[in-house]
C-alpha cells in the first residue's frame, strides 16, 4: 500500500487537518460512529466474530516493534482496526457472556463519553477540570451517603472542602484499595514527636519507631489479587498478607482469624487491617462485617471493606441487610465499572473520617498548591479523566429504584440458575449464590453419590479427573463462542480439596433464563462430542464402579 499518496504526506497542512477537520460520515469512521451510536448492540452483534480466536494467528498482525515512518489515511487505518481489533475482540455485552464482571452498559454511557473525550479534562487539578472537580466532589459524597448514610447536614462542611476530600476516585477497584491500605499505613504511623511519620522517613524507620518487626494485613482467602499487589507496594511484603481460612460459604473464619493474629503477636508483627469482602470475585459471598468490625476495633487497627462488586448491594431495600456492618468500615472501595454499569476505568474508595486522605496528601508548587480544591492532592493517579461524569449520570439517570432493580434481579436470576443445576442430572452447584456470582461443575449425580462415600484417595482420584473435565468443557465453550462462563480453582468444603470450578456472574439484565438453560446444554453437547472428555468420563466410571456396587 503506497503511503505516500498526497492527502497522507505529512506536511504541515495535513497536520492542521487531522486537528481541525471533521470525520465525514461517508467515510469509514464516520461510519463506524454512525453504527455504534445508532445501534450499537446490532453493531457488536455484527462485527465481533467470535470464532478464530487463535491468539498466536493475532499476534502475527501485531508482531512489528517500528512506529510507522510515513502517515497514512484514517481510512486505511479504521479498515485495519475492523479486520484485526474489532473483528477478534470478545463480546462482553452478550447476554450468553456471563463468565466475567464486564457486562453491557446503559446506551447513553456511549454518547456521555465521547463527550467526556471531546471535553477532555483533567481532574487532577481545578484549572484543567472546573466543574468536573465539584461534580467528581459530590459523587464521592454521595458513595459516602451510599454506605455511611450520615444526614446532609454532616456533608456540608465537607463536600468541597479544599483541605479534605471524602474519598478518592481512581482507575479501578485495585488502586483503590492501594489507597486505602496505604492511608491506613500512614495513619498507623503518623508523626509522633521526633519521629516525622512513615510518608517522610520510611518504613524501615517507622517499624524501629514502634518496635515491631513487620505490619501485616488480614483478608480471608477468597481476598482479590489486588491485595497481594497493595502489600508488595507498601513495603508490607507478601508474607504479611495473611490469607484466612473460609467457612464452607466462602467467608472469613472468625475463628481462623483470632489465630492467626495470635502468630503474628507472637512475631512481633503488627495488624496493620482487617479486610472484609462485600461480595467476593469468585463466589459473590459477603464476609460477617459486624464481627470484623467488632474485631477490627479490639485489635485497634483499620477495617477496610473490599465492596469493589458487591457495593450497589446497598441500593437494595431486600438485600442491603447482607451488608450490615459496612457502615462502620474505616474504608470501603466500590468499583463503578461492574455493578454501576459504567464503562472500564472507574473506581471509588470512601473514608468513614473526612479527614483520613490527609495521610497521603500530597503538594506540588505548581499545581495542587495549599488551599486549593485540586482532587490531586488527595490520590495516587496524577492525570485522570472526567469518569465521575459517568458514575453522576449513572446515580442521576438509573438512580436509587433503578439500580435497586438490576441487583434484585440479578440475585434472583442466580437463584434460579442454582436451581436448573441443582435439578439438573449431570450437574453439581459448588457454590450457593449468596449475591449474583455462582460456581458449578460437570459431574453427573451417580458421581456425586459415589464421591459421598468413596475413600479420600479414590476421591482425589475422580476429583483431579472431574477437574480435566471443567477445564476441557470451558475451553470448548469459550472456543466455540455462543456463551462464556469462567473457570476458577477453589477449596470445597464438601471434599475438603480445591477443585476447578465453572464461574457464573449474573449482572447483565439482558440474561435470560432460556440462555442460561441454553448454556447447560450447550455444555452438555461438547461433554458428548469431545473424545477427550469422553475418554476421561469413562475413567471416572471406572473408579465410581466398585464404589456403587459396594453401596447397593
Ligand atoms: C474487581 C475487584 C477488584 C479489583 O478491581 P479492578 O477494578 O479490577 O482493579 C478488587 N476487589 C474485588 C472484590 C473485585 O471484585
Known amino acids: 500500500m503506497p503511503k505516500n499518496r ?6 504541515l497542512e495535513n497536520l492542521y487537518r487531522i486537528f481541525t477537520v471533521p470525520e465525514s460520515p461517508d467515510s469509514t469512521l464516520g461510519a463506524i460512529d454512525q453504527a455504534i451510536a445508532a445501534d450499537v448492540a446490532g453493531f457488536l452483534q455484527t462485527h465481533i466474530v467470535a470464532i478464530e480466536r487463535n491468539l498466536e494467528e493475532i499476534e502475527t498482525h501485531f508482531s512489528s516493534a517500528a512506529i510507522p515512518e510515513e502517515p497514512t489515511y484514517v481510512s486505511e487505518y479504521t479498515e485495519f482496526v475492523k479486520t484485526h481489533l474489532v473483528a477478534q475482540s470478545v463480546h462482553t455485552a452478550a447476554p450468553g457472556f456471563v463468565g466475567h464482571m464486564t457486562s453491557a452498559l446503559p446506551y447513553f454511557m456511549l454518547p456521555l463519553a465521547r463527550l467526556m473525550t471531546a471535553l477532555n479534562q483533567n481532574l487532577v487539578k481545578v484549572e484543567t477540570s472546573k466543574a468536573f472537580t465539584p461534580m467528581e466532589r459530590q459523587v464521592l459524597a454521595m458513595l459516602h451517603h451510599l454506605v455511611y448514610r450520615r444526614d446532609d447536614d454532616f456533608y456540608t462542611p465537607w463536600i468541597h472542602n479544599s483541605q479534605h476530600a471524602l474519598g478518592a476516585f481512581c482507575s479501578g477497584g485495585t488502586i483503590a484499595n492501594v489507597t486505602a491500605l496505604w492511608v491506613a499505613r500512614n495513619r498507623l504511623f503518623a508523626p509522633n514527636g521526633e519521629f516525622r511519620g512513615i510518608a517522610q522517613e520510611g518504613l524501615g524507620r517507622a517499624l524501629k519507631h514502634r518496635g515491631c518487626d513487620g505490619i501485616a494485613v488480614l483478608v480471608s482467602e477468597r481476598g482479590h489479587y ?11 511484603g507478601r508474607d504479611n498478607l495473611i490469607k484466612v481460612q473460609t467457612d464452607d460459604r466462602n467467608r472469613i473464619d472468625l475463628k481462623a482469624l483470632r489465630e492467626e493474629c495470635r502468630r503474628l503477636q507472637d512475631r512481633n508483627i503488627l495488624p496493620l487491617a482487617v479486610v472484609g469482602i462485600a461480595g467476593t470475585t469468585e463466589t459473590g459471598n459477603v464476609d460477617p462485617l459486624e464481627e470484623l468490625a467488632d474485631f477490627a476495633r479490639e485489635l485497634g487497627c483499620h477495617f477496610h471493606v473490599d465492596a469493589a462488586w458487591g457495593g450497589p448491594t446497598l441500593f437494595s431495600d431486600r ?9 462502620r468500615a474505616d474504608s470501603v472501595t466500590i468499583d463503578g465499572h461492574k455493578q454501576l454499569y ?20 500530597h503538594h506540588a508548587n505548581y499545581i495542587l498548591r495549599y488551599g486549593s480544591k485540586d482532587l490531586g492532592s488527595h490520590t495516587l493517579e496524577g492525570s485522570r479523566p472526567g469518569m465521575a461524569m459517568l458514575v453522576h449520570a449513572g446515580f442521576s439517570i438509573i438512580g436509587r429504584k433503578g439500580y435497586e432493580l438490576l441487583i434484585d434481579m440479578g440475585v434472583e436470576r442466580a437463584q434460579t440458575f442454582a436451581a436448573m443445576i441443582r435439578q439438573h442430572p449431570d450437574f453439581e452447584l ?16 451417580n458421581v456425586q453419590q459415589a464421591l459421598a462415600a468413596a475413600p479420600a484417595r479414590q476421591r482425589r482420584v475422580i476429583n483431579a479427573l472431574l477437574d480435566q473435565v471443567c477445564q476441557l468443557l470451558q475451553k470448548h465453550q469459550r472456543e466455540a463462542g455462543k456463551t462464556f462462563v469462567s473457570r476458577t480453582r477453589l477449596r470445597i468444603a464438601r471434599y ?11 449482572a447483565n439484565p439482558l440474561t435470560t433464563d432460556e440462555i442460561l438453560a441454553a448454556i447447560l446444554t450447550e455444555q452438555c453437547e461438547i461433554v458428548q462430542q469431545q473424545p477427550e472428555i469422553q475418554a476421561l468420563l469413562r475413567q471416572v466410571e471406572d473408579l465410581c464402579a466398585p464404589v456403587e456396587a459396594r453401596n447397593t
Open 430 to 445: 459448588t457454590s450457593e449464590p449468596e449475591l449474583n456470582i455462582l460456581t458449578y461443575r460437570y459431574c453427573p449425580l
Open 496 to 506: 475438603g480439596e480445591e477443585l476447578t470450578v465453572l464461574r457464573v456472574v449474573l
Open 226 to 236: 489486588s491485595f497481594g499487589k497493595a502489600a508488595d507496594l507498601l513495603g508490607l
Open 342 to 361: 459504567v464503562p472500564m476505568g472507574a473506581g471509588m474508595v470512601v473514608f468513614k473520617d473526612p479527614t483520613a486522605l490527609s495521610a497521603i496528601e
Open 319 to 327: 438485600h442491603r441487610p447482607l451488608l450490615r456492618g459496612i457502615e
Open 6 to 11: 498526497d492527502a497522507a504526506r505529512a506536511n
